[in-house]
C-alpha cells in the first residue's frame, strides 16, 4: 500500500503506521562492525574478487530481507512455498542465506526502529514515504551507496530504475535511496453497503458531495443500519485535501502537504475537523473510531455489519466479501463515488503517487558482501521469468494461460503453492509496485484479473472509471532536496500531540468547537509546528523542493 491513496471523510481517517522516536545510536544495526577487507563504505571500488565466474560468494552470506506481515491468516511470510523456492533458486545460486525479516504493515516505523536498536535490522531498510526513509537517514541508519556498483551487479534493475535513483536518490550531494518502480494504476478502493444505501431509498449515484453522503448517514442512523466506518488518524496525513481549495498553489502544497507532520493549523484541516465532529455528536460514525487503531479492527466492523463503509486494496482472493456474506448474506457491495467525500464546490482531490514504489536504503552496517546480495538479489528479482513465478504461482495450480498468455487464476487453490492474500506482493515490490505485461492493454487486462473478486467484477470496472477520472485532481507531495531538521526533530511528538488535540477537538460538543480549535491550534504551533512551517518556507523560497 503505498500510503492508502485519498480516502473519503467518510472513512473518517487513513490508518498507518505508528511512529516511535527516531533511533539514535549511531551503532545500531544488524550486523557486526566491518573490518578492513569488507568495508561497507561504498566509496571504495567493489572487489572483484567477491564473486566466482558463475557469481557465487565463496563463504555463504546471510541476506535479511524485509517483508510486510499484514496477519493473513494461515501465511507465514518468513516461511512458506516461495520463500523456500526463492532459496533455492536464488540462494542456492550465489551461496547466500535469505532470511525474511516480518515487518509489521500497521506499525512498520515501530518495528525497525526496535530492530535497528536492538542490532537486528535487515539488510534493507525501505518504506513507502519520503519523510519517513529522509527520518532515517538523518538517524545515520543508512550508508551511501556506489551507484556503478548497483549497475554492475544489478544491470537489468539498474536499467529499469537508473532514471528515477539518478532523479530522486540524492540527498546532501550522496547517493542514498533506490527505488522499486511504479507504472500508474491503483487498486486502492473505498466500499460502502449498497444494499443499505437503496434500503433507505437512495442510490449511490445520489451520493455527489459530503452533504449529501451525511444527509444518507441520518438516514441509516433513523433506520437503524449502522454508522459509517472510522479510524484513528495518525502518523499519515493526507486526510484534508479533498477541503483544498482547487487548483492547489504548488507553495502552499510543499508548505502544509505532509505525509510526516498533519497540517494541522490550515482552513482544510479545520473544514475536515468540522465534519467530523458534526458525524460524531449526530451518531452518524462509529462511536469508538479512535479505538481502531489497526485495519483488522476497522475490518472487522465492516464484516460484523456494524459498519458500512470500508477500504481496502482488491486483490482477487482477498477474504473480506466471503467474510461479510457469511454474516449478512444479502449484503451487497459499491464503490463510494469520489465526489461523496467532498464539500460542495470543490474538487475530489487526492494525494498522486510519487513516481517510485519502495523507497530502499542500505543499513549501515551492511558489509560490502552483504550490499552486494542486494544488488544480486534485485537482479534475479528483476527477471521475468522469476518476478512472473513470484506474482502468479505455479501454472496448472495457481493458473492457466489464456490465448493473450496471460495467467487466469484457479480459483478456490488451497495447495501448497497458494499465494499470499495480495497475490504475494510484499515479496515482488521490491521491484515494481504492479504487474507489467508486454503492452497497456494487456496490463490493464490483467490488473482486472488480479483485482477482480469474483462475483464483484463491478467494483473492479468502478475503481478504474474513477482513477481515471479523478486523475486531474491528484497531485503528489513535494519532495524537498535537503533534510527538513526540524520535521525529525519535532514529528514524533507532533504527531502524539496531534492525536490527544484533533480528538478533543473532534469529540467535543459542537456549540465548544471554535474555541477548543483555536487553543489547539496555538498549542500545536508552539510545539514545534511554527518551526517547521518557518525551515519549509526558507527551502521553499531557495526551491530546494519539486
Not at 515494481?432 to 462475483?455: D, M, Q, Y
Request: proline share 4%.
Amino acid at each position: 500500500m503505498s500510503i492508502k491513496k485519498w480516502v473519503p471523510v467518510i472513512l473518517a481517517s487513513v490508518m498507518s503506521t505508528s511512529l516511535l522516536a527516531g533511533c539514535n545510536d549511531n551503532g545500531s544495526g544488524n550486523k557486526a562492525s566491518p573490518s578492513a577487507t569488507t568495508s561497507a563504505n561504498p566509496s571504495a571500488s567493489a572487489s572483484t574478487s567477491l564473486l566466482d565466474s558463475s557469481n557465487r560468494f565463496a563463504q555463504t552470506v546471510t541476506l535479511d530481507i524485509p517483508v510486510y506481515d499484514r496477519a493473513f491468516e494461515g501465511w507465514n511470510v518468513a516461511d512458506n512455498y516461495y520463500t523456500r523456492w526463492i532459496q533455492k533458486e536464488f540462494g542456492e545460486k550465489h551461496n547466500v542465506k535469505v532470511n525474511f525479516v516480518p515487518i509489521s504493515r500497521s506499525n512498520e516505523v515501530r518495528d525497525f526502529e526496535q530492530l535497528l536498536s536492538a542490532g537486528k535490522a535487515p539488510d534493507i531498510i525501505f518504506h513507502y514515504d519520503m519523510p519517513q526513509a529522509l527520518t532515517y537517514y538523518s538517524e545515520e541508519v543508512l550508508q551511501p551507496l556506489k551507484m556503478d556498483e548497483v549497475a554492475k551487479y544489478a544491470p537489468t534493475y539498474w536499467k529499469n530504475t537508473s532514471k528515477t535513483i539518478e532523479q530522486y536518490g540524492v540527498v546532501d550531494k550522496k547517493n542514498m535511496f533506490l527505488f522499486a518502480k511504479r507504472p500508474n494504476y491503483n487498486n486502492f478502493v473505498s466500499l460502502i453497503r449498497k444494499d443499505w444505501v437503496e434500503k433507505v431509498g437512495m442510490k449511490v449515484e445520489d451520493l455527489t458531495s459530503l452533504e449529501k453522503y451525511n444527509e444518507m448517514l441520518m438516514k441509516w442512523k433513523a433506520a437503524g443500519l449502522g454508522v459509517s466506518g472510522g479510524s484513528l488518524t495518525r502518523n499519515v496525513f493526507n486526510y484534508s485535501y479533498a477541503f483544498r481549495d482547487w487548483p492547489v498553489d504548488p507553495k502552499y502544497r510543499a508548505l502544509y502537504s505532509d505525509l510526516a507532520v498533519a497540517d494541522f493549523t490550515t482552513a482544510d484541516t479545520e473544514r475536515w475537523l468540522k465534519n467530523l465532529n458534526y458525524q460524531y455528536n449526530n451518531g452518524l460514525i462509529d462511536k469508538e473510531f479512535y479505538l481502531r487503531d489497526d485495519d483488522n479492527k476497522i475490518k472487522a466492523e465492516f464484516v460484523a455489519g456494524r459498519t458500512g463503509t470500508y477500504g481496502l486494496y482488491l486483490a482477487s482472493n482477498t477474504d473480506l466479501f466471503a467474510a461479510t456474506l457469511k454474516n449478512n448474506p444479502k449484503a451487497q457491495f459499491a464503490v463510494i463515488p469520489p465526489e461523496a467525500g467532498v464539500p460542495q464546490g470543490r474538487k475530489p482531490q487526492g494525494r498522486a503517487d510519487w513516481p517510485f514504489g519502495f523507497i530502499m536504503g542500505i543499513n549501515h552496517k551492511s558489509t560490502e558482501q552483504e550490499r552486494v546480495a542486494v544488488w544480486l538479489y534485485l537482479e534475479w528479482m528483476s527477471q521475468p521469468k522469476n518476478l512472473f513465478f513470484l506474482q502468479n504461482g505455479v501454472e496448472g495450480q495457481n493458473y492457466t494461460l489464456d490465448a493473450d498468455g496471460l495467467p487466469k487464476k484457479i480459483a478456490d487453490f488451497k495447495g501448497e503453492s497458494k499465494l499470499s492474500n495480495n497475490n504475494n506482493k510484499d515479496y515482488w515490490a521490491l521491484v515494481t509496485e504492479i504487474a507489467e505485461f508486454s503492452t497497456p492493454e494487456l496490463t490493464t487486462k490483467a490488473n482486472l484479473r488480479n483485482w477482480t473478486v469474483p462475483g464483484q467484477e463491478q467494483l473492479t470496472e468502478q475503481l478504474m472509471k474513477n482513477w481515471n477520472a479523478t486523475a486531474e485532481y491528484r497531485t503528489p507531495d513535494a519532495l524537498f532536496s535537503v533534510v527538513l531538521k526540524n520535521v525529525t526533530e519535532h514529528k514524533a511528538d507532533l504527531n502524539a500531540l496531534f492525536q490527544e488535540l484533533y480528538l478533543k477537538v473532534v469529540m467535543s460538543p459542537q456549540d465548544q468547537f471554535d474555541k477548543l480549535y483555536a487553543d489547539a491550534k496555538k498549542k500545536f504551533l508552539q510545539a514545534g509546528y511554527q518551526e517547521i512551517l518557518d525551515e519549509k518556507k526558507k527551502a521553499i523560497d531557495a526551491g530546494q523542493f519539486r
